[in-house]
Structures are given as structure tokens and as C-alpha cells.
């Protein structure tokens, strides 16, 4: 199936102990890159998140949001630093000698010192900590290639519309070649004749020159590559998966031959046409960048 590069995706699981919620949002980009913002506390957990999320996604600039609550109150501590206490009387004392100020530390002053007293989280169980955020994480991103996917249905059914076009279009250079050469054998018999007016004309020179013509503004190449082109890019999409890079390089190749098209030909409407290819070339390809 394919999918876009743009989507979204929630999931938040709850529990007596925490809530934990996951957000995702992506964008176009080259390659996949996980730009993932979380509490501090789960930072241990970052290379189980990104080996979790590539097994869901390919390419993409994707935003990941973790935000997580702990409804425990017993996971904290109220830590008492006592040499650091100790230091921080000891140099009052200094101080007060020194000085010859009056000391007038109390315990309620010196509990205020920094670092004095501290409050500390518990120790968490890592394995059961990475259950919850694993279910969140799994749920976030199966609802965050559904939505990939319905947008991938309207890319795909977009462009086979755009490359029905372009077969239509390659029909039409070659339906339109044949005319080019007859309309120049025809107009230069009719330049011979004005030149040479009763001498007979020698058919097989003339037949040469068309000859010579028609080969340097011969596209047959171009327009069954082109066409080899247009179905390649068909099967590709119906097959699927992450074919954003398949269908750019051909598009490349695409435009490569309506170019060459484009410059040979000498005609005003192989030209016009040669025009609309490229024109629509470019939007599939601007189309395909949003593809995985």
C-alpha cells in the first residue's frame, strides 16, 4: 500500500500508577528522522524507541511528543545531605570569627542552603516502565500509518490519473511524427519544382533528403521509452510499500526524454506537447515527493 510522508498519530495509556501519552506528526524528508521529545526520566529509553518506530515508518521527518504523569507520591524521598550541612556551618562559624558578626544560623536557615535537602524519585521497574510506553507507542503508530495510508490512496489514484495523461499525450507526438515528415517531403518536392521549374526532378535525391530529415527528428526512442517509463511507475505503485525513491528516479528519467523531445523536434505542436509533458512530469514529481 502506499503511503504518504505526512500523518498523524495519539495513543494514551492509563494506569493507577501513571498516564503516559503519545503524539506523532511527520512531514516530508529525504530519509526517516525521528525528532523525539520526552521527559528526562525516559531518556534511558530513546534506542528502544526509535528500533519500536522503524519497524512502522521509512522515511519522513517525524516530531515524536511522550509526555508522562506518575500518580505515586512514594516514589519520591526527602534526602538529608549532613556533610554538606557540616561544611555549611562550619564556614558560618569562619564567617562569624572573621567578621565579628553575631551567628545566627538556626536549623530552619540552614535547611535552606542548597543541596541540603533534596528530594529524590525511587527507583522505577525499567521493564514494566517500557510495557506502558511500548503499548502507547505501538498504538500511536498504527493509527499514525492509517492515516499515512488513506492519504497514500489519494496520491496513488492522483497520479495513475496524471500518467493516463502522459500516455495520451506520447500518442499524440506519435501520431503527429509521420505528418511532420510527410509535410516536409511535400514542401520540399514544391521547393524543387519552384527551383528547377520543367527539369525532372530526381526522386531518389529527394527521397534521400527525407530520409536524412526524418532520422535527425526521429523520437521513437524517446516516446517507447517514455511509455516503458509510464508503466514501470504503474506496477510500482501497485505494488506498494515504501516506493517514494523508485518513482523520483523515474520521473527523472521521464523528464529526460521529453526534453530530448523536446529538443528535437522543429515542429510547433510536437513542441506544445513536448511542453505539456514536461509540465506534467514536474507535478508528478512534485507529488511523489510526498510518497514514503
Known amino acids: 500500500m502506499i503511503k504518504s510522508m505526512t500523518g498523524f498519530g495519539r495513543a494514551e495509556v492509563v494506569t493507577e500508577e501513571r498516564r503516559i501519552t503519545v503524539e506523532l506528526k511527520s512531514v516530508n524528508h529525504r530519509y526517516l528522522d525521528l525528532n523525539i521529545k520526552m521527559p528526562k526520566k525516559l531518556s534511558f529509553l530513546e534506542g528502544n524507541i526509535r528500533s519500536l518506530m522503524k519497524e512502522y515508518m521509512q522515511r519522513g521527518k517525524v516530531d515524536v511528543f511522550i509526555t508522562c504523569e506518575d500518580y505515586t507520591l512514594n516514589r519520591v524521598s526527602l534526602k538529608y545531605n549532613r556533610e554538606l550541612a557540616g561544611e555549611y556551618l562550619h564556614y558560618f562559624r569562619e564567617m562569624e570569627e572573621q567578621f565579628g558578626l553575631e551567628n545566627d544560623v538556626r536549623v530552619s536557615t540552614l535547611s535552606r542552603c542548597p543541596e541540603v535537602l533534596t528530594m529524590e524519585e525511587q527507583s522505577v521497574d525499567e521493564e514494566q516502565l517500557w510495557s506502558f510506553l511500548?503499548?502507547?507507542?505501538r498504538e500511536a503508530c498504527t493509527r499514525f500509518v492509517e492515516t499515512r495510508s488513506r492519504e497514500g490512496e489519494n496520491l496513488k489514484a492522483d497520479l495513475i490519473g496524471k500518467l493516463h495523461g502522459l500516455d495520451e499525450k506520447v500518442s499524440l507526438v506519435e501520431e503527429r511524427s509521420p505528418e511532420v515528415v510527410q509535410a516536409y517531403r511535400e514542401k520540399l518536392e514544391a521547393k524543387v519544382h519552384e527551383l528547377l521549374e520543367e527539369t525532372q526532378i530526381d526522386d531518389s535525391r529527394i527521397a534521400a533528403e527525407?530520409?536524412?530529415?526524418?532520422?535527425?527528428?526521429?523520437?521513437?526512442?524517446?516516446?517507447?521509452?517514455?511509455?516503458?517509463?509510464?508503466?514501470?511507475?504503474?506496477?510500482i505503485l501497485s505494488e506498494g510499500e515504501s516506493v517514494g525513491r523508485k518513482l523520483d528516479f523515474l520521473a527523472q528519467e521521464m523528464n529526460r526524454e521529453a526534453n530530448t523531445i523536446l529538443s528535437k523536434s522543429n515542429d510547433l505542436t510536437i513542441s506544445n506537447i513536448a511542453i505539456d509533458?514536461?509540465?506534467?512530469?514536474?507535478?508528478?514529481?512534485?507529488?511523489?515527493?510526498?510518497?514514503?
Open 134 to 137: 511500548e503499548e502507547a507507542l
Open 210 to 235: 527525407v530520409v536524412i530529415y526524418s532520422d535527425k527528428i526521429c523520437n521513437d526512442e524517446e516516446t517507447v521509452r517514455l511509455r516503458s517509463h509510464i508503466r514501470n511507475m504503474e506496477k
Open 277 to 292: 509533458l514536461k509540465t506534467e512530469i514536474e507535478k508528478i514529481r512534485e507529488q511523489i515527493q510526498n510518497i514514503e
